[in-house]
């Protein structure tokens, strides 16, 4: 059975960075593509971000191009989203996940396992 653990959040002021972690096991990490959602208060859980299961390929919600990078590093079986310039409607829980396919997911039905969440507040 996957487990995948988040940590990182926290809280930050408007422009600053965070990175987050999710640390995987319980199935072969490297096979996974692997991706970042994040959900508001009183939202739907949205796509963040994803990466293939070799991270050759990954891609991004539009409001996060150029801000928030994902990356893994398949020896440690770590997934990472390095967050830049961060606003006050990042606030969010933020959700790591896993799918049995190897290319990059947006779809969030795509994904059968969940991390519990870290908490991101961003103020002004």
């Known amino acids: 059975q996957v487990q995948l653990v988040e940590s990182g959040g926290g809280l930050v002021q408007a422009g600053d960075s965070l990175r987050l972690s999710c640390a995987f096991s319980g199935r072969t990490f490297r096979s996974n593509a692997m991706g970042w959602f994040r959900q508001a208060p009183g939202k739907e859980r949205e796509f963040v971000a994803a990466?293939?299961?070799?991270?050759?390929?990954?891609s991004y919600a539009d409001s996060m191009k150029g801000r928030f990078t994902i990356s893994r590093d398949n020896a440690k079986n770590t997934l990472y989203l390095q967050m830049n310039n961060l606003k006050p409607e990042d606030t969010a829980v933020y959700y790591c996940a896993s799918t049995r396919n190897s290319v990059s997911e947006r779809r969030i039905d795509k994904y059968d396992s969940w991390g519990q969440g870290t908490q991101v507040t961003v103020s002004s």
């Open positions: 990466i293939s299961w070799s991270g050759g390929s990954t």
